[in-house]
């Protein structure tokens, strides 16, 4: 971006001037431009134009240089340090009835296209800080106030929409973030991160009634209408092309050593009364057509309790997948997949059922020959199986052996007779 020139001293900007109060006084230099030479989508700065709707106010915040202008505010005087700005013409001034540093009431108008800055303060950073923190803006707010009552905010934002746009789709956003990476690093030597927020309660701080990272509220008020209600939405940017190399998560959880990890990672709660979902809500549900791999999948960790618990224990499953419960009735099962495969000196045909329960027919008289049955998923070990002749009772078909993939039977059957079976991996 082309650099902002420098605006000469007027009188009126001269007389604004108060003493100095020595070379090591804290003092606060504004240097405000009401007219710039704004810069187009194509990088030619527009000479002849001076937008005053561009950037209103821009101001570059010094502290104590040995020369320059100053205005002291001490704070028994901040009435009489404000700068205030109506968006074409700004003046010092005292903001009477306003203890504040600055106040900005400004009206945008005109047309851009691309982005637009009503207030811009750009930083190029060229500090060495070894391990340190720097800050392009920086915002200590401290609740020190003899007799402070009510909400304190540190940084507050409010985003009205008080017209209907007139086509298209327009999104208003509060607070809006945007950091880079824009050329390469050594591997593992620079993340960035959009946000961070930072909650703490320092030693001694105690009979607080929560500590919370964030907290986003979301209010649809009777009267109003909504395509779509969520209260966090997190969305991959339309040109994501790359998985992480090594982990990736929509949402992560993660702590340094030394910390006392999380009762619950996602809670229900009514803490505030009411409860946060509707009576015919879901807690986790998919929405529209969707194709993965897996469901929930924690082959990785180590459960020492249950892996669910049903309302109220009315049921269990265990770490060993096992299902108890305080009165437990076995589900009807249904067998599904396509039959088995077969081999074996036995021929069968006619099948019909499931994967691994269902009936065949014999191809064929067969005393004493073998019938194998070869199943789509395999077991952990092996498969305990029953077969028995529906046509001629008295006929045996006794299971010999298996393995993860099959089953095979020792088979006396007369042509035509048709044979039941069920399996049960182990």
């Given amino acids: 971006m ?69 205005l ?30 600055f106040n900005v009431n400004m009206t945008m108008s005109g047309t851009h296209a691309g982005y637009y800055y009503g207030n811009l303060i750009e930083i190029h950073d060229k500090v060495i800080n070894g391990s340190g923190r720097t800050q392009g803006v920086g915002l200590n707010f401290h609740g020190d106030g003899p007799a402070r009552v009510g909400e304190r905010d540190a940084f507050g934002v409010w985003t009205t929409v008080e017209s209907d746009p007139p086509s298209g ?45 964030a907290e986003f509220d979301v209010t649809a008020y009777a009267g109003s209408s909504v395509s779509g209600k969520y209260g966090i939405s997190i969305v991959q940017g339309s040109g994501d092309s790359v998985h ?45 057509a969707l194709s993965f791999a897996k469901g929930i999948d924690i082959s990785s960790s180590i459960l020492s309790g249950n892996f669910i618990t049903g309302p109220r224990r009315s049921f269990m499953v265990n770490a060993a997948g096992d299902v108890g419960g305080r009165s437990y009735t076995a589900p009807t099962y249904v067998v599904g997949g396509a039959a088995p495969s077969s081999s074996g000196s036995c021929a069968i045909n006619a099948q019909t059922g499931g994967n691994t329960a269902g009936v065949f027919r014999a191809d064929g008289a067969c005393a004493g020959g073998t019938v194998t049955l070869s199943f789509a998923v395999p077991a952990p070990q092996g498969w305990v199986c029953d077969a028995h002749d529906m046509t001629t009772p008295a006929n045996a078909i006794n299971e010999t052996g298996s393995t993860p993939s099959t089953v095979t039977f020792v088979a006396k059957m007369a042509n035509l007779d048709q044979v039941a079976f069920k399996c049960v991996a182990f």
């Avoid at 020595?22 to 504004?30: A, D, K, Q, R, Y």
């Avoid at 028994?76 to 074409?88: L, P």
């Avoid at 993660?254 to 009411?274: E, F, K, R």
Wanted: proline residues 6%.
């Fill in 169 to 213: 789709f327009n999104p208003y956003i509060s607070v809006f973030s945007v950091i880079q990476g824009n050329v390469p690093v050594t591997t593992n030597r620079v993340g960035v991160w959009a946000g961070n927020f930072n909650a703490q309660l320092l030693r001694g701080a105690t009979g607080y009634t929560g500590i919370y990272g």
């Fill in 2 to 70: 082309r650099p902002w020139p420098r605006k000469r001293k007027t009188p009126a900007r001269a007389a604004l001037q108060t003493p100095r109060g020595g070379e090591n006084s804290t003092s606060l230099h504004l240097n405000a431009f009401s007219t710039v030479q704004p810069v187009d989508a194509g990088g030619a700065t527009q000479e002849t134009q001076l937008l005053k709707y561009f950037v209103p106010l821009m101001f570059v915040a010094l502290a104590s240089e040995a020369a320059g202008e100053s």
């Fill in 244 to 288: 992480g190399a090594i982990r990736e998560a929509a949402i992560a959880v993660y702590n340094p050593v030394n910390t006392t990890g999380w009762n619950n990672i996602i809670a229900l709660d009514n803490l505030s009364g009411g409860s946060p979902i509707s009576p015919s809500g879901c807690i986790i549900c998919t929405q529209g």
């Fill in 72 to 101: 002291n505010c001490a704070d028994s005087a901040r009435t009489a340090c404000g700068f205030a700005s109506t968006g074409a013409v700004n003046t010092w001034g005292a903001l009477q009835n306003f203890n504040a540093g």
